[in-house]
């Protein structure tokens, strides 16, 4: 199966997209890791632009083709990401579950934001102007929302779980 996580930076989507690969013993595919790794190369003269997407979407595939389950864990920020990743799955001939991640309190995403620190080395956070600024479309499918601000981990990911066998069964 392909779980496709999707939320603005600073929401809990790698928090929780870890858990969920660490619970399926899953393949976990950061966009981040990716993109960072295309900037470190030298060989981009500009941003990564939709490289990092490529490059995922491929890894992902492969992994579902080899019977893993992959979650995907990017911004996902507009329709055509989206749709992209259930390409993937439906070229793997596996099942596909969208995932978003928020945070409702508005005041604690601007601090996890503004305080966190980077986990892959040369990487850049966003600014919280970013954060709000940022392009990011309404999901039209319908993905299993996860809001971060008031529970635990460990509470969310119980949840995520029964959620998704609900939507798989």
């Keep these: 199966m392909l ?38 190369s030298g060989m981009l003269r500009a941003d990564v632009g939709p490289a990092g997407y490529m490059v995922a979407y491929g890894v992902a595939e492969d992994n579902l083709k080899l019977g893993r ?54 990487l850049v956070n966003p600014t919280w102007d970013e954060v709000v600024t940022r392009n990011y479309d309404s999901w039209s499918s319908g993905p299993i929302v996860v809001d971060t601000a008031f529970k635990a981990v460990d509470e969310l990911m119980a949840e995520l779980v029964v959620r998704m066998g609900s939507v798989r069964a």
């Design 69 to 122: 389950t992959v979650i995907a864990d990017t911004v996902n920020p507009i329709s055509v990401t989206r749709e992209a990743w259930r390409h993937v799955a439906q070229r793997a001939g596996v099942p596909s579950i969208e995932v978003e991640v928020i945070c409702s309190d508005r005041t604690e995403h601007r601090r996890r934001v503004e305080t966190r620190e980077a986990d892959i080395e040369g």
């Design 3 to 40: 779980v496709i996580f999707g939320g603005l930076p600073g929401s809990g989507k790698t928090t929780i997209a870890r858990a969920l690969a660490q619970r399926l013993g899953g393949v976990h595919v950061r966009l981040d890791t990716i993109e960072q790794a295309l900037r470190n």
